[in-house]
T-cell receptor, first 104, second 114 residues
Framework: GIQVEQSPPDLILQEGANSTLRCNFS?????LQWFHQNPWGQLINLFY???GTKQNGRLSATTVATERYSLLYISSSQTTDSGVYFC??????FGAGTRLTVKP | DADVTQTPRNRITKTGKRIMLECSQT?????MYWYRQDPGLGLRLIYY???????NKGEISDGYSVSRQAQAKFSLSLESAIPNQTALYFC?????????????FGEGSRLTVL
């Protein structure tokens, strides 16, 4: 099956800093999503992005399907951005996540 | 009310007991999924269903069974619970009949097997 790898596994930022999270996948995909799991365990959809670029406020995502990776950008980070960020492909396979901690 | 509802939200049980986790959705989506989350391992797919008559095993189906009672209901059973099934379980839905399959999750069911 498709392998999904996320990096870095952990990231600590000061409030206001920018960050880039990466998701590599081992085969072509028709479906890629990014999620945020907040400290209460809720999984929140961020982007559905099998290819191209999307932006939503301080967050944006880019998927380069031909090179099998996706990037999630967080600008001007806030403490509420803390949590774990997952990418998932084909509704079936999740990466292990990036744990983000934003310090005030 | 949540679009994807899981019950119970928390459950503590003993080894060997039968447990059922239930999921219902009001989104009208055709596909439903059960995932398991363990610390540091992300989410792993247990079972998925494309419609009422279609059930498929996921990556880690051993020790679990499912039932799709209606388009809106998908339950997960542990016939004889064991401690390594202690985890956070998520139900999700997606709509491939009309759109392209974005996943929507319930709030999770935390199961502890003693």
């Amino acid at each position: 099956g498709i392998q999904v790898e996320q990096s870095p596994p952990d990231l600590i930022l000061q409030e206001g800093a920018n960050s880039t999270l990466r998701c590599n996948f081992s085969d072509s995909v028709n479906n890629l999503q990014w999620f945020h799991q907040n400290p209460w365990g809720q999984l929140i959809n961020l982007f559905y992005i099998p290819s191209g670029t999307k932006q939503n406020g301080r967050l944006s995502a880019t998927t380069v399907a031909t090179e099998r990776y996706s990037l999630l950008y967080i600008s001007s980070s806030q403490t509420t951005d803390s949590g774990v960020y997952f990418c998932a492909v084909e509704d079936m396979r999740f990466g292990a996540g990036t744990r983000l901690t934003v310090k005030p | 009310d949540a679009d994807v509802t899981q019950t119970p939200r928390n459950r503590i049980t003993k080894t060997g007991k039968r447990i059922m986790l239930e999921c219902s959705q009001t989104k009208g989506h055709d596909r439903m999924y059960w995932y398991r989350q363990d610390p540091g391992l992300g989410l792993r797919l247990i079972y998925y269903s494309f419609d009422v008559k279609d059930i498929n095993k996921g990556e880690i189906s051993d020790g679990y069974s499912v039932s799709r009672q209606a388009q809106a209901k998908f339950s997960l059973s542990l016939e004889s619970a064991i401690p390594n099934q202690t985890a956070l379980y998520f139900c999700a839905t997606s709509d491939w009949a009309r759109t392209t399959g974005e996943l929507f999750f319930g709030e999770g069911s935390r199961l502890t097997v003693l």
